[in-house]
């Protein structure tokens, strides 16, 4: 019985070996595979630099042992930080909302340009 020949999906050179084979070797494999998922890892990729560059900010903001700092929201945005990008909110009793990147987050006070930065106790 004759074989038909098989192709690499990446490049396109006839394929030695197994018969289930796809690729004539491991870095036509990954070239396939990256090419495949590039879209999706650039937003992703995206996203976690956002969210990190938020977190990175409200770090520098929230210096030495204070508990908590209050900014103008101004200050936020001309560092670079984007109110859109946040891992998780958490609501109080009180009905207020705390918006976090990671430990730490930010409570916009109400009626203000005020931020309250505050870190989630991570012990």
Known sequence: MEQQEKYCLDCGKVIR???DK???DDACRNNYNNK???DQTNY???VNNALRKNRRILAELLTGQNETAKV???RLAEKGFQFNYHT???LTQKQQVY?????YGYLPLEDTEWILIVKRNTD
């Not at 918006?99 to 430990?103: A, H, N, S």
């Open 22 to 24: 796809k690729f004539c």
């Open 44 to 46: 992703v990729r995206n």
């Open 99 to 103: 918006i976090f990147c990671y430990e």
């Open 36 to 38: 495949q998922n590039s």
């Open 72 to 74: 103008k929201r101004e």
């Open 88 to 90: 998780s909110t958490y």
């Open 17 to 19: 070996g197994r018969q």
